[in-house]
């Protein structure tokens, strides 16, 4: 019992002292010009990562671009059209299985279908390298919660006269908005500080760069690259970096938690 | 008008549901041919077991980067099993009902942390505190069992073994503490009625009765150990060879892939990358879906 209550208070302790680790070094780190500078030359003091926040953003963006229509569309077929029966199955087995591949042969794989055909590095490849990793995630809870809204919802629209897709987009949408939404928010803060999918695809840069078929830095790429660099400003930015990141996630899962708390059906 | 509006959807939304059957076969398809080079040049079995990982000479073999993550892996899993049950008998079973919404959520956010902050930390924080403090501490104690005497390094499989370890906790006991939520009420009470003591109920009651779920959340676990990829990559050292202690550098798999990928000097090398691709695919396939089965039977039958 004594080793119980110990190992929750060792979980808790850890997250205590990797957050502490994060605030202390990483508030240090962060500066106005952090957020609105481009990177210093190495052993240079000050530079930001602009450049960084701007293309996990865009690379989240697209991602999510990809991943919600699909992810979406293929969750509703599950639990509109295939409930019961071996297709749902099969399809539901296969979804897991992909929620586990590891991320890193995601990369490898986009590297092969998208890097090497188009001769370069670029922010789309890592942007379908993330919705590969979105997808089954916004599959798994769309399915999971459009099953809960109550079949008497569907059968008084039915009733009305309305088809069958008309039913599912104004009806059991409605009713599982917030479920929905939930698992869309969770999907984000996955990918949001996923790393290794990236480094084959989206790869780094150090300048300033908008076109997405050129190659972007990320926010993860480069806390990778800046601490694993000798340079003491480099891993100093890193932590700041890692704070800013920790904080976004942070903040997506409370308030997926938070939604979640608040829902109807889902 | 209504049946083209409902064929459409219907039909968009099975595509969609399609291409995630697709997305994986053609991922185990892909890069089962990517790999062909390293392939025919060293043979399926021949490449897992070669003991050599040379790009100067163009020699390459799995050897080292398999063993690495089988060992940092199980490492991790030997640390994390008795922790995540543990938070869950404390979650479910003891803690005032009032504690249990925050502590679970709390456990929960660890798991929300990106991988890369926990190498950074196991790198830049835990790293200095092993090599200095706990594995001399252990080499002087328990040097004597074989793998855990030797020289400290701090940079290692010890180090990747907890980093992950605290990774896959949240994610293990989320698990067994679903299966425990399964245990029926009567079973626990008929244990109570009879005078046994709380642990005596966890212990003779609540384990044996969802033994398959807590080795269904461990497999899963593990699954996720194994590819892994940046919080090893930080800390595991990257060394080509087989470690002789468990402070030794190593390599996974997916570290490997991590360093190596955008930098591979020739044709072969980049195959051999692929080809070690394959196999942690290959692995984490059927690690990931014995644990599903278990859990789908489990579903199905009862506990």
Known sequence: ?266 | MKRIGDRIFKSVAFLSALLVVLLVVIIGVLLYMESRAAMDRFGFLGFIFRDVWNPVEDEFGGLFAVVGTLLSSAIAIVIATPVSIGVAIFITELSPSSLRGLLSAIIELLAAIPSIIYGMWGLFVLAPILRHSVEPWMIEHFGFIPFLGGKPYGIGLLNAGIVLSIMIIPYISSIVREVFSLVPDVMKEAAYAVGATRWEVVRNVVIPYTRSGIMAGVILGLGRALGETMAVTFVIGNAYRIPSTIYEPSITIASSLANEFTEATSTLHLSSLFFLAFVLFLITFVVMSLGRLIIMRMQRHGV
């Open chain 1, 1 to 266: 019992m004594t080793l119980s209550s110990m190992s929750a208070l060792v979980s808790i302790f850890f997250l205590l002292w990797i957050l502490k680790d994060l605030v202390v070094r990483g508030i240090a780190a962060i500066n106005w010009d952090f957020f609105t500078h481009l990177p210093a030359p190495p052993g240079e003091e000050g530079g930001g990562i602009r450049h960084a926040i701007y293309g996990t953003l865009v690379i989240t963006a697209m991602a999510s671009a990809i991943a919600i229509p699909v992810g979406l569309l293929a969750g509703t077929y599950l639990s509109e059209y295939a409930r019961h029966g071996r297709f749902g199955l099969v399809v539901r087995f296969l979804s897991d299985i992909l929620l586990s591949v590891p991320s890193i042969i995601v990369g490898t794989f986009v590297y092969a279908i998208m890097v090497r055909p188009m001769g370069t590095f670029s922010a789309l490849s890592g942007a379908v390298a993330l919705a590969i990793i979105m997808i089954p995630v916004i599959l798994k809870t769309t399915d999971e919660v459009l099953r809960l809204v109550p079949d008497v919802v569907r059968e008084a629209a039915y009733a009305l006269g309305a088809p069958r897709w008309v039913v599912i987009t104004k009806v059991v949408y409605r009713g599982a908005i917030t479920g929905i939404m939930t698992g869309i928010i969770l999907a984000v803060a996955r990918i949001i500080g996923e790393t290794a999918p990236l480094l084959f695809t989206s790869f780094s840069n150090n300048f300033w760069e908008t076109n997405i078929l050129r190659p972007m830095a990320t926010m993860t790429v480069v806390i990778f690259n800046y601490a694993m660099s000798p340079y003491e400003n480099w891993q100093s930015i890193a932590w700041g970096a890692s704070f800013v990141l920790t904080v976004f996630v942070l903040v997506l899962n409370l308030l997926g938690r938070f939604l979640f708390r608040g829902r109807k059906y889902g």
